[in-house]
């Protein structure tokens, strides 16, 4: 990694074929890398884990730094579905239609362990996982978890959207994988 | 509350409904008032026209399991806002068939109360505008709060006895 003279560190560069005034690579490295630094999340936020998050988009922690200031509250725009806190039965639709309103390709983080698992209310009414009803690419553990755990969740989604596939979501792996949760 | 004040209130209701009283007591300094069944909301109702009574303030109400017995009680709490009383009322319902008249006509914020108490118990409030669940999801099949449905979900495999001490 190059550091310039004011501190600053520069990104590593794809792998490539360089020479004067040219600088060769796959598209798909090229795409991986603009994708990552740029995420865009959608916060879905309904309790103490919801709170956490504010302290990671605050400047404190400032999840800025990667990238992903811009938060998307419509989902429509979003690449990022940030689940934190616990969701109800009821919530469950809820949450299904926003993650089926989003464009591919689309990326879940389950932030908390009522997100992941239902956490302590092992009850009726709540759902015990989100990964239930939608399917889920990091899990962050913790009760709340610590901002910090939080970064490391989004920087496991921006390794997954660099290294991802340009095909992946086109494969029909992906799509059974889609039609097992009943998402087209 | 006043020895003077409980013998008022229980006056009130035995000059209407003689014999509808099952039982008087005195808990957590709450008068707690038992009664028959039957006429309910017309006793209620009574309670709110009467100038000794005046409870026209329902501060809540809500269902109550007892296995052992086989029934479900019903609790009304009522509160003078003038006098400052506060009384409760409790009947008690057979499990076989929960079925009660509505209190809407009399108190309007019933409406949600008995909703709930429907929900989670699954009793029949009879005349009841729109008594359909309200904290519950809609596909749910059980009454949750009765006693012989497990509280927790039962779709968890990461819980173990060796894992919880159970």
Redo the contacts between chains.
């Keep these: 990694m190059e550091t310039l003279a004011n501190g600053v560190k520069i990104g590593e560069k794809p792998e490539g074929m360089e020479g004067h005034g040219f600088f060769a690579t796959s598209l798909e490295k090229v795409v991986g890398m603009a994708r990552k630094n740029s995420i865009w999340p959608l916060p879905f936020a309904t309790s103490c884990c919801g709170i956490e998050f504010m302290a990671t988009m605050g400047a404190h922690y400032d999840l800025a730094r990667f990238g992903s200031e811009r938060l998307s509250f419509s989902p429509r725009q979003a690449d990022l579905l940030m689940v934190m806190g616990t969701i109800a039965k009821k919530m469950g639709p809820v949450l299904r239609q926003v993650y089926e309103q989003m464009a591919e390709p689309r990326w879940v983080l389950s932030v908390g362990a009522c997100a992941s698992s239902g956490g302590i209310f092992d009850t009726y009414s709540v759902l015990q996982g989100i990964d239930r009803i939608i399917p889920v690419d990091v899990y962050v553990p913790g009760c709340p978890p610590r901002p910090e755990q939080i970064i490391d969740g989004v920087m496991k989604i921006q390794r997954l959207v660099e290294t991802e596939s340009l095909r992946r979501r086109d494969s029909a792996e992906y799509k059974a994988m889609l039609n097992s949760y009943g998402i087209e | 509350m006043e020895l003077d004040d409980q013998e008022k209130i229980i006056e009130v209701i035995n000059q209407k409904f003689d014999g509808d009283i099952l039982q008087t007591e005195m808990l957590y300094d709450y008068l707690t008032i038992t009664l028959k069944k039957d006429r309910i909301i017309q006793i209620i109702k009574h309670l709110y026209d009467h100038p000794d009574a005046k409870f026209q303030y329902l501060t809540t109400m809500c269902g109550v399991h007892f296995p052992d017995l086989n029934q479900i009680a019903l609790v009304y709490q009522l509160h003078n806002l003038v006098s400052n009383l506060r009384i409760r009322l409790k009947i008690y319902l057979p499990i076989e068939n929960p079925t009660i008249p509505t209190l809407t006509p009399v108190f309007a914020a019933a409406n949600w109360m008995e909703r709930e108490t429907y929900d989670f118990y699954g009793v029949i409030f009879e005349g009841h505008p729109n008594l359909k669940r309200i904290?519950?999801?809609e596909e749910?099949t059980?009454f949750?709060l009765r006693k012989e449905?497990?509280?927790?979900?039962q779709?968890?495999e990461?819980?173990n006895d060796s894992m919880f001490g159970r």
């Design positions: 904290l519950n999801v749910m059980i949750p449905y497990p509280l927790e979900d779709v968890r990461d819980k």
